[in-house]
C-alpha cells in the first residue's frame, strides 16, 4: 500500500495495518463460523456475500483534513472509525438484525457503537445497519483491541447505495434537486421491496409442511449438543475410559435388571376376565404420556445413581 508522500511515520503505520488486517481476518472467520452453522441448521442461509477493506491512506488523510485533525498515527487510531470496514449482503431485513445479534452475543466482541439508518433513514434515503465492535488481537508480547466498522445490508439496499455513491462523487457532493429527489423516491421504492420480500418469504413459511418437524428436529439437536459441548475442550486419560465403560456396563445391567422384574411382575397380574383387560388398557391410555416420561427421566436417572 502507498502512503502518502508526506508521512514519516512508516514503520509504526506498518504495524497499525498489520493490526487492522488482522481484525478483518478474525471477524471474517467468526462470520463464515455462524454463516455455516445457520446453514447446517437451517439450511439457509442468511449472508449473500461478505466484502471488505482496509481504507486507502489518501481517503484516511482526507477524513483528518475534513475533521481538522493533524495527519499522525495516533490520530488515525483515535479518530477514524472506518480504517478497517466490512459489508455483509443479506437476502431480508430480518437478517440484518439476525446478525447483528449473533455477532454482539460473541463474548470477546465489544460492540461500541451502533447506528440503525433502517429505522431511522438518511434524509437521502440510505438505509443500512452499522455497527463499529473491537475485537481482541493476540500478539507475541500484548493485545490490542481493534475496532472494525461492519455495515450489514440488504441486496436492494447495497444496490441503491452502490449507485447513489456513484452518482455522489460524479458531482462531488453536489447534485440537482431533481436527481436528489429522484434517489429518495428509489430509495422509498427499496424499502417497500423489502418489505414486500420480507413479508412473501414469511408467507413461504407457513405452507412449508416440514416447518413443524423442524422445529422438533432443532430442539432434539441442541438437547445433544448440550450433552457433548464440554467435551469439546476436555481430555480424558485411557484410565479414567476404562473406568467410564466400567460404570456404564454395571449401568446397563441394572436397568437390564429392573425391567426384567417389571416384566415378571406384569405376568404376574394377569386378568381374570373381559372387564379386566378392557379396564387396564383405558388406564394404559391416561397413564401412556407419563410413562413415557418416567421410563426415558425418571428411570435413567435413578439408575445413574445407583
Not at 3 to 10: D, M, N, T, V
Not at 16 to 44: G, P
Not at 51 to 75: D, F, G, M, W, Y
Not at 294 to 305: C, G, P, R
Amino acid at each position: 500500500m502507498d502512503l502518502p508522500i508526506f508521512y514519516s511515520e512508516e514503520d509504526e503505520w506498518k504495524k497499525v495495518m498489520l493490526m487492522y488486517d488482522s481484525a478483518l481476518k478474525e471477524v471474517n472467520t467468526k462470520l463464515e463460523i455462524l454463516n455455516n452453522e445457520f446453514k447446517l441448521n437451517h439450511q439457509y442461509n442468511p449472508i449473500e456475500h461478505i466484502t471488505s477493506r482496509i481504507k486507502t491512506p489518501q481517503s484516511i488523510a482526507k477524513k483528518l483534513r475534513h475533521n481538522n485533525k493533524e495527519l499522525t498515527v495516533e490520530n488515525i487510531v483515535k479518530y477514524i472509525n472506518d480504517v478497517a470496514g466490512m459489508r455483509i449482503i443479506c437476502s431480508f431485513t430480518s437478517d440484518i438484525y439476525r446478525i447483528a445479534d449473533l455477532i454482539a452475543a460473541q463474548s470477546d466482541v465489544n460492540v461500541l457503537k451502533v447506528k440503525d439508518y433502517i429505522t431511522c433513514p438518511k434524509p437521502n434515503g440510505y438505509t443500512s445497519y452499522h455497527m463499529i465492535i473491537s475485537v481482541p488481537i493476540y500478539l507475541s508480547e500484548m493485545m490490542v483491541n481493534v475496532k472494525v466498522e461492519i455495515q450489514i445490508r440488504t441486496i436492494a439496499m447495497d444496490f441503491w447505495a452502490s449507485l447513489e455513491h456513484k452518482i455522489y462523487y460524479k458531482f462531488e457532493g453536489n447534485a440537482p434537486e431533481s436527481i436528489r429527489k429522484e434517489l429518495k423516491e428509489c430509495a422509498e421504492i427499496v424499502s417497500f421491496l423489502d418489505h414486500k420480500m420480507l413479508s412473501l418469504n414469511e408467507e413461504i413459511r407457513l405452507y412449508n409442511p416440514e416447518s413443524e418437524i423442524e422445529h422438533y428436529r432443532e430442539v432434539v439437536s441442541e438437547s445433544f449438543q448440550s450433552m457433548i459441548r464440554e467435551s469439546y475442550g476436555t481430555v480424558i486419560d485411557e484410565e479414567d475410559i476404562n473406568q467410564e465403560e466400567d460404570e456404564e456396563k454395571s449401568s446397563q445391567e441394572a436397568r437390564q435388571e429392573m425391567y426384567e422384574d417389571l416384566f415378571e411382575n406384569t405376568k404376574a397380574e394377569q386378568p381374570d376376565s373381559l372387564e379386566d383387560v378392557l379396564e387396564r388398557v383405558e388406564e394404559a391410555k391416561e397413564k401412556n404420556k407419563f410413562f413415557r416420561f418416567f421410563k426415558h427421566n425418571v428411570m435413567n436417572e435413578e439408575m445413574d445413581k445407583m
